[in-house]
């Protein structure tokens, strides 16, 4: 009698059964009605990866089969998405079931490597989050604009002067200018900004990958990188302690007074303050060069908004005959003005380049979309399946400048959409900094387009495109450039 045994069976006739057999299980396997849906795949381990590098077509595809409810599977990693606003808004508003303090620990120690005992410590949830909250606050914002507004001016200035007259690709020309306005504002103007971009953007540039979990291997050179930026804010730290200076910007202050008090070291404080530098500049400079780029490639370019910043400025100055319009008075300027088309465009300008995962943890029982989940799991809110829903917004994947000119009535299903745009998350882990950035953005673009002209290289047909891999962590970087043409205007 022939028997059949493992070794009898050719090793390439086994390696054919084994996708029959993995199919077979797919099909066949029992399923919890009460889990979330596993969206399908073919390949073990790999899982759904190639398919989220289409991340809006993946998103919608699976929504439309699964519902607003799915598991996905990835890179031997699963992770449960929703999707539509209304349960969105669920999670958003349920703190005590859904927990996102314990996530914004963690990630304070495996992004930002704060150390646990500090992280974990009193003066973490007791003093640090909360006076973040009230330095950012809408009643205290307006105090960092007036700082901002003077050092973006003289960093457009410089910028506008290096390049007149010049072709030059468009992402150098912005961010910089970007990055050192806002370092300065936050941190003093004496913060050595030049010194942190390079290392910073290293970082930043694989934070995507630190984020998902990628062994330290493959970002150990990024890792290195951050700790410069450390090193930086800890040498500034001990030349303000020298100085002994009372003209502190308050979050320095802030840091310089947990540390008197014993309960953080320098390097720790300056830890924190870098954690802070990651939020102001890992994503409002690339939503300004984003508004820009996308802005040139439409037959109007700049001019709408041109035209609605020289109008308001005339207006102004009419109105403050014996003003000078400068740094010292910029911001004043803006406060006086609404701007709509550009708080719109500003507005649709997150709406297309964010993606943004807002993680909670479940700490109780609960079910949301008819699905049961239990203490310790996770779910990932996914924001950016919103901006892109065709019910929400018509021709989601158009940048239209004007479509939050006025009140929006955004609608779903027939039923109205209050959360219809949220490129900085929602519910208690909405981003803090969206007072400040919202103005920051407001601040840049209109400094720029008082001051300077941008206009399309005709000999360049080059344009950026969104770099996808960079999904759920903010406004997504730039895959390529545009090339401008920039001058100086003669106001």
Sequence with gaps: MFELSASSIPSWAAALLLPFIFLLWRTYRPSDSRRAPLVSYWIPWVGSAVDLAKPDAFFKGATEKYGPVFRVKALGRESTYINSPSLINAVYRDNKRFDFQAIRLDMNEYLFSIPTAANRGPHMLGHWFPAQHRLLSPNAVPQILRAYTREAYDALMKAIEIHDGCATPLFPFIIPSAYDSSAKAFFGHTFPTERTFAPFNKFNDSFHLIAAGAPRFLVASSRRAWWNVVDIFTEYLEQLEKL???????????????????????????????????????NAPLAAYWLVALLLQESEGLRPLISEVDEARASWLSAHPQTKLDASTFYDFLADSPLPLLNSTIQETLRVTSSVFSIRRVVAPVEIGGYQFNPGEEIICATRSVHMDEQVHPEPQLLKKERYVGTVHAKKDGQNVPNHSMPFGGGVSMCEGRHFALGELKTFIALLLTYATIERDPSSSSKPDLMWERMGVGIMPPRGDIKVIVGKRKL
Excluded: K
């Design 244 to 282: 002994q200076d009372e003209d502190l910007a308050p979050i320095v202050r802030l840091a310089m007074d947990i540390r008197r008090e014993g309960e953080w070291d320098t390097r720790t404080s300056a830890t924190a303050l870098a954690a802070i530098l990651w939020a102001l500049e890992g």
